[in-house]
């Protein structure tokens, strides 16, 4: 519900309770007062009206106050006048509360709107494509209110390499995004000079373990394209993609499973694995908030059903859309459990060689 409407409609109820009390207090009479109770409409009002909202139900409330005398036959009397001031009292204070709430609200949203530059600011917009790969990505984050938390995604592209990476930070809340956000800076440095995965992984490793406390650390997938219908793989620590392809089929691509980063164990063992893959061929590249969802029963969503929207939707975007309907749909409330970070790339093949244009030689 929007904030207009449950203006409106807290508007509408504050007046039906002002009608009903005063209805039910003008049958009774003198039996039973009821003015004192008129108050409890601006009080309503309060809670989402606006403060000029609120003090046009406080009118009506202390209007109604004073108009009680006649059918309780009090006009004059000292009691009815400490009625009429009680209501008017509640109707400020009912006032002055909705003016604190609104002015907070305001507040929070000038907070809501900075957190979410900052969060879009971290997580960086993938390329839709990078030399002969095709690139689409999408992010959901298990907290509430939040654009992005631990997991994160990242490109690099140049005219030496193109390389990606998906990755999970050990830890939540402003904590895991702030890890995030040194993670992929490790892997712009690394990426952009390095010679290969390896290296790259080395790399990120000794640098995010000066910032990593003693239980944090970031799974990671690291992923080059490495050559026409190659692409170079090395997992630290991360669940493997799936690879589909354009022909029918599709794999969970098995890794070496090297060490999550940031840990600092020294030389740690990574290994990089080449796979071919062809024109039309998909690569989804997942995290753990994809692997782990669960229903209501507990039971894990199988990756091998999501197989079809991967291979038979038209467009990245499409295949994308597609699967976290599947995933809302498989977890209770359509709520995940876990941050969920997706990135799916498609083999283009070699872009068609630009013709030149026929010259014709024309002798005079």
């Not at 409330?61 to 009680?86: I, K, M, P, Y």
């Not at 994160?152 to 998906?166: N, W």
């Not at 952009?192 to 910032?211: C, K």
């Not at 969970?252 to 062809?278: I, K, M, N, Q």
Request: hydrophobic share 45%; proline share 5%.
């Amino acid at each position: 519900m929007t904030r207009d409407r449950a203006s409106e409609v807290g508007a509408v109820l504050a007046v039906l309770v002002l009608g009903l009390l005063v209805g039910i207090d003008a049958l009774t009479g003198e039996k039973v007062i009821l003015t004192p109770m008129y108050g409890l409409a601006p009080l309503i009002a309060c809670a989402v009206v606006p403060p000029a909202g609120t003090a046009a139900v406080g009118v009506l409330a202390v209007a109604a106050a004073v108009a009680s005398g006649s059918w309780n036959d009090t006009f004059g009397e000292a009691q009815h006048n400490v009625r009429v001031l009680n209501v008017l009292l509640v109707s400020a204070a009912a006032v002055t509360i909705a003016a604190v709430r609104v002015h907070r609200e305001h507040r929070l949203e000038q907070v809501e709107a900075i957190a979410e530059a900052a969060q879009r600011a971290i997580l960086p917009v993938l390329p839709h494509r990078a030399g002969e790969v095709l690139i689409a990505s999408r992010y959901r984050s298990a907290a509430h209110g939040a654009l992005v938390g631990g997991d994160l995604y990242d490109c690099y592209h140049s005219e030496a390499h193109t390389r990606l990476l998906i990755g999970d930070v050990r830890g939540k809340g402003i904590a895991g995004v702030e890890q995030a956000a040194r993670v992929i800076r490790a892997f712009r440095q690394s990426a952009a000079l390095r010679e290969t995965l390896v290296e790259v992984a080395h790399e990120m490793d000794d640098y995010l373990a000066g910032f990593f406390g003693d239980e944090e650390f970031v799974t990671a997938l690291l992923v080059e394209v490495s050559g026409p219908g190659e692409l170079t793989l090395l997992d630290a620590g991360h669940p493997p993609p799936q690879l589909v392809r354009a022909g029918g089929g599709s794999t969970l691509v098995e890794l070496p499973a090297g060490p999550p980063l940031g840990l600092g164990l020294g030389p740690a063992e990574y290994a990089s694995t080449t796979v071919h893959w062809g024109p039309g061929d998909r690569m989804l590249m997942y995290t753990d908030g994809l692997s782990e969802a669960r229903d209501a029963a507990g039971r894990f969503m199988a990756l091998t059903s999501l197989v079809p929207h991967l291979r038979d939707a038209g467009t990245l975007d499409g295949a994308l859309d597609q699967l976290l309907e599947d995933v809302a749909g498989h977890v209770p409330r359509g709520r995940l459990e876990d941050d969920l970070a997706l990135v799916l790339l498609q083999n283009v093949g070699s872009r068609p060689a630009t013709p030149r244009p026929e010259v014709i030689e024309v002798r005079i």
